[in-house]
């Protein structure tokens, strides 16, 4: 079933852009329910929301005026001007769905008022391919059917949980951050296959295909026995895995995983 509600997005980068063209890939939602706001200087980004036949925009109250619920797309340090905008003549009983790193509920419920109720979502960019990896939380006034129309959307284009908000820092350094870290491997596995004569077209899907295929198997058992049960004694993954570990790949994953969450903790404090 889709979503009816109208959908305000101020922002259109990287992320707000994926997540638009999820939603509308997966039928969630159609493109006239969108209306995307942008400065009239980054009109460029609107480009690929318009051939979807979303509507557009370069005025926030524009958006404040014609949406149900208003997807925050934009870096933390500008939902200050954002919230100035939005908050001038309020329409009222707006959900405000922000996806910024670092900005908690409390402080977007001083920035937005009484006039609107705050999500907070932790997306990734895979959501596009309706493989994303969100958590959300929402302020002390969102309502049941403020959580279901959230769960609705991101579940749309892959997976979402509820989590309490002092996990969303952990989260985004984990799968908000995630598939960078993921494409560094895929990088290397892809080089490496070059090196050792592979055709690189072919090495960049061998690599993309792995780690796809690893990344179902460990939704239903444990990384640690999978990984068991494909390094056989003496084998050629128990050599690969051996170098890997000498040189501290697990370490170095933990140590990424802990400074993309603590520079969350920076942004938000």
Known sequence: MGVTSRIGVIGAGKMAGALVRGWVRSGIIQPNQILAS????????????QSLG????HNNQDVGDWSDSILLGVKPGIIPYVAADLTKAPRGNQLVVSIAA?????SLENLFGNQFRIARVMPNTAVEVQCGASVYC??????????TLVEDLFSSVGKCWR???????AVTGISGSGPAYMY???EALTEEGVRQGLDPNLSRHLAAQTMLGAGQMAESKHP?????????PGGST?????????GGLRYIIMEGVAAAAQRCRQIGA
């Open 138 to 147: 929402t302020g002390s006034t969102a309502t049941p059917e403020d959580c």
């Open 184 to 186: 560094l491997i895929l």
């Open 163 to 169: 989590v309490s908000e002092s996990q969303i820092d």
């Open 238 to 246: 128990a050599e690969g895995v051996r170098a890997l570990e000498k």
């Open 102 to 106: 670092g900005i908690n509920t409390t």
């Open 54 to 57: 979303c509507r557009s925009t």
């Open 224 to 232: 640690a026995i999978l990984r068991g049960e494909v390094t056989s």
């Open 38 to 49: 942008v400065p009239k200087q980054d009109a460029h980004l609107l480009e690929p929301l």
